[in-house]
């Protein structure tokens, strides 16, 4: 299984900018030829033509050419001949939706655990491809009909972390919220990434890249820093 799972796609040098040399070399590495199939569905505020043509514009420089899934005819087949799948972010519960009242979301999950396609996803997109959505950072704005997602992790994701608590905020840190989770989820653990890292997972295993330290959130347990490089997360 091959994925590539950023916390963030903007950032001060540009849009996914930061994470061009990332996907430039996870392109590389796929066999097959053709471009990769781009899922908008997590926009909300703007166009799905809009923000294809975003990410086309981005990702053409890394080596990857993208076609929109709203924009083919069938979107099933299209799918199932992809060798990339690209998953914007956005709104976690309308990805969701929108996948699942499609018919999608099985087929997507099938094709990346086979090894048949690889997978990117960003802030929402990333969250799809935990077991769960219940670690996003979004607000529920439509009923998605279940929290279950992609699976392709054994562990919940929680992008755009930071536990800034700013003067006179009353509201919960993002450490006390995925504390919260962890205490009514005992089973599951939750890795959080700061803006600029990512996750990449292929036959080597599971790697940290990115200039920050991701941290680690299981049971009642103190959260724990992980350094960029191969992960061991038992």
Known sequence: ????????????????????????????????SGPALFVPFAGVT?????????????????????????????PACALAEARLIVVGGGNTFQLLRELRRRGLLALIAERVRAGHAAYVGWSAGANLASPTICTTNDMPIVDPGGFDALDLLPFQ?????????PPGHRGETRDQRLAEFCALNPQ?????????????????????????????????LAPRALAPG????G
């Open 46 to 74: 703007r166009s799905w033509d809009d923000y294809a043509q975003q990410v086309a514009d981005a990702l053409l420089p890394a080596g990857i050419a993208t076609r929109a899934l709203h924009q083919e005819a069938d």
């Open 230 to 233: 191969k992960l061991s997360l």
């Open 1 to 32: 299984m091959n994925a590539l799972l950023l916390s963030n796609s903007a950032s001060d040098a540009g849009y996914l900018t930061h994470a061009r040399p990332w996907l430039a070399e996870f392109a590389s590495t796929l066999a097959g």
């Open 188 to 220: 599951r653990m939750v890795l959080a990434l700061p803006e600029g890292d990512a996750l990449r997972l292929d036959a080597r295993g599971l790697a940290l890249l990115g200039p920050h330290d991701a941290m680690l959130f299981h049971g009642g």
């Open 157 to 165: 994701i929680n992008p755009h972390y930071t536990n800034a608590h």
